[in-house]
């Protein structure tokens, strides 16, 4: 069996048996190149509209500026619609899944069952979904099994 487990094309079972056991992690690097985690309004919880509110961080740079990964891990979905415009998904460590959102583009290739590393470039900043007339910033967010959290913590923690 130990054979098996091994073979190339088990790679993405092995990463998901391995995120399941990791705890999510206490520090994130800032997933846009060159901003720094001051920089970083604490916009969690604003109202956004009348029914909603914030779920995330906005992190502005300009358009073009690389996204990067914050874990290891899998990812889940790359897509475009709804609010987030181009966005892509990506499962880390204790399950929790990694929103990264209003992509001007994705990297080249990137699709669902990719393994990344903290530090893959996943996209580029911009202005897709309901960002459109703003300026150019990635929404990112965490989802865990309990719902949303604010990851400006995270992100500041590592400095």
Request: proline share 11%; glycine share 14%.
């Amino acid at each position: 069996m130990h054979w098996f487990w091994h073979r190339p094309e088990m790679r993405q079972p092995r990463l998901l048996a391995e995120l399941v056991r990791m705890p999510p992690p206490d520090a994130l690097p800032v997933p846009v190149e060159g901003v720094r985690p001051d920089a970083i309004a604490d916009t969690w919880g604003a109202p956004r509209g009348r029914d909603r509110t914030h779920q995330g961080v906005d992190i502005f740079a300009p358009r073009g500026t690389a996204v990067r990964s914050t874990t290891r891990g899998l990812v889940t979905s790359v897509r475009d619609g709804g609010l987030g415009g181009r966005q892509v998904w990506v499962l880390g460590p204790g399950r929790e899944r990694h929103y990264y959102a209003h992509l001007d583009d994705w990297a080249y290739a990137l699709a669902p069952g990719d393994v990344v590393e903290a530090g893959t470039t996943l996209g580029t900043v911009g202005t897709t979904g309901n960002a459109r007339g703003t300026p150019p910033h990635l929404h990112y967010g965490i989802y865990t099994g309990n719902g949303p959290i604010d990851p400006l913590p995270r992100l500041r923690a590592r400095h």
